[in-house]
């Protein structure tokens, strides 16, 4: 049985778009909140973004959730955000670091925020970005940056010590949290942990490995030589 006494300490969100998985996720005490973002749900096959989102909003109105916006302009981004936060719920407005361009949503980020917007930077690689981010948002005004650690890993890069730093410059900003975003293993929970994340968000198939934390070795051993052994005789192999 997987409870909060056998993680780390740090905050699980569920990173997905399907409302089903994301319902089952809900009733978990370990599942503390959910993202999603328009690439998750694309693949899902969701075509009605605003439907989408007031059905999880309703079903899960207590977890933070973020939805992001998708607009290239930062007038139009702000536009979507203000709509996506009138639909209530303890709902954060994801807010891309830069538009397509490279021109930062800092301006956009600092407006927002002021107003008492909950709002979740995203696509975060460097500490100029968290830096940036950072002082633009109110001090008061919950707020998630998310820092795509397994992005940064994926170009041989150690996101852990760029973590720690990140954490660091948010430190001022009491009511702003850090978030590990795009892990690749469950390791990276421990990872993010001990950097001074608050969160990290994940996809269904790395939460699926929770059960795993603690299992005794020599047993995980036998029981990968059992599936090698079994799979072998159910196709039927022969030498």
Wanted: with cysteine; glycine share 8%; proline share 5%.
């Amino acid at each position: 049985m997987i409870t909060t006494a056998n993680l780390p300490r740090i905050r699980l969100f569920l990173d997905g778009a399907e409302l089903d998985q994301m319902k089952r996720a809900y009733v978990e005490p370990h599942i503390a909140g959910f993202t999603t973002n328009p690439t998750l749900m694309r693949k899902a096959g969701i075509t009605d973004y605003a439907g989408f989102a007031r059905a999880a909003i309703e079903a899960m109105p207590d977890k933070p959730i973020s939805f992001e916006v998708f607009s290239d302009s930062l007038e139009e981004m702000e536009r979507e955000a203000r709509v996506i936060h009138s639909w209530g719920g303890n709902t954060y407005i994801k807010i891309p670091v830069s538009n397509t361009a490279g021109v930062s949503t800092a301006p956009l980020v600092h407006k927002l925020s002021s107003e008492g917007i909950a709002l979740n930077v995203t696509a975060i690689m460097t500490l100029r970005q968290v830096a940036e981010v950072a002082e633009a948002l109110d001090g008061g005004t919950r707020s998630i940056v998310s820092v795509f650690a397994g992005r940064i890993a994926d170009t041989g890069v150690d996101p852990e010590p760029l973590m720690k730093n990140a954490a660091e410059i948010l430190a001022p900003k009491p009511a702003a949290e850090l978030l590990w975003a795009s892990p690749r293993e469950l390791l990276n929970l421990f990872h993010a942990a001990r950097t001074g994340c608050s969160i990290i968000t994940a996809t269904g198939d790395v939460l699926a490995k929770l059960g795993l934390i603690g299992k005794d070795l020599e047993a995980y051993s036998l029981d990968t030589v059992k599936m090698f052994y079994n799979d072998a005789t159910t196709a039927g192999f022969r030498i």
